[in-house]
Structures are given as structure tokens and as C-alpha cells.
């Protein structure tokens, strides 16, 4: 009932979701029913390649909450992937147990090469899964309504915020790269046996993680989705157009801010949580600024303020990535910066405005 | 030796400290003397320059007043201070009996009953017009309850009613940005009738409107007067004249003169300040 209220007006969120959900279905029983030799066989590669761009188009849906929505350009928004993925991934590092190159069953065999003799504090409880989802959802969460609380209580706006975002991820960048923060310094976290009792080389658990990164990205849309119909949605679009009208007409700007970018932040760190079992590695580097500036572009390829358009986009570029850096490994950088140029000057509203038009002249 | 007076002051038997003092519990407007805004002894400077100088002005409930003068007279600033954008240096600032408007926030004095229009039309560009007074309505404007927000049958009879009132209600499904001027000026209206304020400030209302639509304009803000109280600013001396019952002229921060537009109209220095001798 609710499902159909929510979808009721969107039509590319229909057609997005039924995609969604046949893709998710034909590559799962293409995987696993199809044996290895048929033509119709979809690798375990693609599968996890596949389960990828799902965590990283919920990702870019929450970066078009707050961007396209609410007027608030974040620079920062992979802080909140990392650490997400930095909760899963002690989790993951705890699973492993004594089957580290050291054998140590208390400690992550970092901990064991620098000399370490007891698990820090900050790693308590990481060995039990619903503690560490409970971090997933917590630990972006807090960050982004500390950080939120401050900027927009204080009223930093455009830029000054997007500076301040991207100086976050840059601090946090630095800070996880040193060796005594105790989170795996510049190797990160690595070598995960297993998740819940699964091994994570499985291919059913493959599967098992794509297709909770495509429910994931489901629900995280229809939140959002939700949220953008509800009247909270409306004022968000009223602060990003008129920001001082709408707090003369008595809303508090800075509580909507800071609560619809505090959802936004939780729905990163999900994402992130998704992302480190299926690629199997977590580091500093997913703090990198760069990040959160690339993954800007694919929800401006894909069309602001839409939803279906960054999820469009985020698959679309990574894709383009995915092809580019093995076929012209040098060029990829130089055609980020183009694509972004050409949509900047050429399609304001990415690919989903291109869309709409060609139906609207039709 | 003023120290110590002001020693003596604090701690004579008669004062009541004002922490001591009970506060207003709610924003509940008490007019029962007849007067809705009280501004006394309100000074602010910039850098230096005294924008208001000892202002005094009172407003009374249901009331119409029409406030002129020069530029730099201060009358914009003066909307600031009301609503709370700026705070003045001195004086104090009532909204009825009790409630202080310097101690409030702009959003909570939006919520005490006061409704401010700015010069420069501002509507929400990409709402339509019936979504325009929907976020304007009066209600619980917190975060929680905004997202779960359902519109009952009379918050949709008092939009049309309003829509009746500005003239748009053939326009409720267009976007307001492709309103004309005129039309994006009545609309600000429309949102502020919709908080139901008790108080409309309104700020040069009529620039750039045809004949026509400052006709309209004055019919609309004459039929506002008396269920609220309005103060417009405006430079149009037609205009004023055409609406006005009670004129403020001020002047270099302070009132000049107060009282019909003709009385005003005749008074020596007030045909000074704007003939320049």
C-alpha cells in the first residue's frame, strides 16, 4: 500500500525498480543455474563487479538527497562510504579468527606486526555482527550530526560548506593512514575469510551480497523517495531555491539540514558496509577527496534531482570506468574531467534531462 | 560612582531581578490595550552610522499604517529589527503586552504572528502555487511532524481560500516561477495570510506593477486590515495615498511625523526632508 503511494507519481522510479529487480533475479539464476560452460553463464566477476555498482549507486542516491534536493553540495560524502565499510571491515577482520598469516585469534595480524599485545577499546563487540551493523548505521550518523549540528546551526552555506565537507574527508584520509589510529594504517583492512559463517569466495555468497546490495538500494530509494514526496521534502526544495524564505516562514533551516544530511550520511555508510565484503578490501584511500568529487559526477551525469538519475549515472560512469582504465588505462582521468565539462555545459540535467526532453519534443 | 549606583540599583528591595521574572510560557498574543508593536527608544548603528535613532512607533491592533520617507530613512532596517534579522544596539522591541521580540528567533517570531514580505518577490520558484501556500501554513512546523504531514479537508479549504483572496485560483498548478511579477508579489501575500499572522509587514509592495495590478494591490491590503494589522513601506505617493489611513514619515532613523496623509502632506518639515528645502 505504502509502496504503491510512494511510486505512485514516479515514473522513472517504476521503471528503475522493475530493472532493478529483473537484472537482480536474471543475474543471480544466470550465476548459479546456468553451469559454467553455457554462453548464458554470468561469472562470479561480473556478479561481484555488478554488486559493486549497486553499493555505489545507493551512494549517489544519497549524495542526490542532499545535493539535488536540499541545495547542499557535499564534497565529503565517501567520509561516511569509508567509514561505514571501516565498520564492516573490523567486523570481516574479527571473522577471520587464528586463520591470519600470524594465527592470532584476539588480534588482526596488523595488530600482531606492530607489535601489539591487546585489542584497542574502539575494536570491543566488533566480532558480533549486529554490533557492527549497529556501528554502520552509528558511526556515519553521529559524525555527519556533529558535523551538520556545527555547520548549519552556524549557517555556512555553498561553497564554504562543500570546502569544509571535503577538508573532513581529507582530515579523516590522514588520520586513518597512521599506523597507531590502529584501523590497518595505509594497507587498511584485508585477507576476509568469511561473513555470518559464509565464505565470502563462495559464489552463493556472492550472490547472497549482490542481492542484498540491489534490496538495499531498493529500500534506500524508496526512503528517499518518500521522503522527497512528503511536505519535509518540499521544504528541503524550498531551502535549496529560497533559503532565507523559508526560515521568515517559520521552518527550522537548520534542523531540516541537518536531519535529512544525517539520513543521507547513514545511507553512505550502508553502502560502504555493502562494498568491503564484495571487494574485499577497505583503506584510507576511499577517503580520498578525489572520491567524493567523482562521485559528484556521476549524479551530475545522471541528472540532479531525480534519484533514478544518479543511480543511472553512478552505473553509467563506473561502468565507463570499469571499461576505460583496462582499454585506455591512461586517457580515464582525462575523460572524467571531459564528461564532466560537456554535462556542466551541454546537460544541466544529465542524462535523465536528455531523456526527458527527446519524450517531451516527441 | 555610576558603578555603584548601578550596585544599588541591582540590589534595592523593589527590584525584581530579571532572571527572577516569570517568562511568558507560550507566544500568545495579549492586545488588550489596543496596541500591537511597541517599539521604544530603538537605536542601531552600522560602522558608526546611526541607521535608527531613537525610533518610537506604535502600532495598533486591525490597524492599516502606511510608513514613507527617504531613502536610507531606515525603514527596511526597521523591518529588520521587527523580524528579528537585526538586533538593535538599544531600546526594546514588544509584540503585545508580553511577548519580547529580542529575545526571540526569526523563526520563532514567524510563529509568534508576525509575516514579513520582502521587497523583491520571493517565492519558491520550482513549487507550484497551491504548494507555495501549503508550506506557507500555519501548523507544527518542527521536522518529524513536516515529514509525515497529510493535508486535511479544511487546510485545503482555507488554500483555496486564500487563493480566492490573492485572485490565483485559476493558477494553483502552475509553478510560481512562471508568474508574472505582480502575480509572485500576490502570492507572497497569499503565504502570509496562510501563517495567519497577526502582523503583516509588507515592503515596497507596488514596484514594478502596472496601473492595474497597484489597484488590485490596494483593494487586496484594504480587505486585509481590521482581522490583521498591516504596515506597508513604500516609496509610490499614489499609491499610499490610495490606501492610507495613518502615515509615518521617517526620517534620518526617527519619526518625522505622524498622521493622515493629508496632515502629513502639509506638514513644513516633512516637505523639506523630501523638496530639499
Known sequence: MILIDILKKDRGGQIFLAVLLVTTVTVACLNL?????????????????LG?????????VAVDLVWGYLGILSLGHSAFFALGGYAMGMYLM???????????????DFMVFLNWHELPWFWYGFDMFWFAALMVVLVPGILAFIFGWLAF???????????????????????????????????????????????LQADSTRIGLFVASAIALALGYLACRYIVNSRLGRVAVAIRDAEDRTRFIGYRVDHVKLW???FSAVLAGVAGALYVPQVGIINPGEFSPLNSIELVVWVAVGGRATLYGAVLG?????????????ALPDLWLFALGALFILVTVLLPRGIVGLLRRREATQ | MRQLEHVRETFSRGEVWSFMQPRPSSLELDVTHGTILYLEDVSVSFDGFKAINNLNLYIDAGELRCIIGPNGAGKTTMM???TGKTRPDSGSVYFGQLINLLKLSEAEISQAGIGRKFQKPTVFEHHTVFENLELAMDGDKRVWPTLFAKLTGEQIDQIEEALEIIGLSEHLGKSAGSLSHGQKQWLEIGMLLMQNPHLLLIDEPVAGMTHQEMDRTAELLTSL???????????????????????????QGSVLAEGSMDEVQNDQRVVEVYLGE
Open chain 1, 94 to 108: 574479527r571473522q577471520i579468527g587464528d586463520r591470519g598469516v600470524y594465527g592470532n585469534a584476539n588480534l588482526p
Open chain 1, 33 to 49: 543455474a546456468v553451469p559454467e560452460s553455457s554462453v548464458w553463464h554470468v561469472s562470479t566477476y561480473t556478479v561481484t563487479l
Open chain 2, 80 to 82: 529588520d529589527i521587527i
Open chain 1, 52 to 60: 559493486k555498482y549497486l553499493t555505489y549507486a545507493l551512494l549517489a
Open chain 1, 260 to 262: 535529512i544530511f544525517t
Open chain 2, 225 to 251: 486590515a481590521g482581522k490583521h494589522s498591516v504596515v506597508v513601506v513604500e516609496h509610490d505617493m499614489d499609491f499610499v495615498r490610495s490606501i492610507a489611513r495613518k502615515v509615518t514619515v521617517l526620517h
Open chain 1, 153 to 199: 546551526r552556524s549557517q555556512v552555506t555553498g561553497v564554504y560548506l562543500s570546502i569544509i565537507t571535503q577538508a573532513l574527508t581529507y582530515a579523516l584520509m590522514l588520520a586513518f593512514f597512521r599506523n597507531e589510529m590502529g584501523f590497518g594504517g595505509n594497507n587498511g583492512l584485508t585477507d576476509f575469510k568469511d561473513i555470518l559463517g559464509f565464505d
Open chain 1, 314 to 326: 553512478a552505473i553509467a560512469v563506473n561502468y565507463g570506468k570499469t571499461y576505460f582504465t583496462a
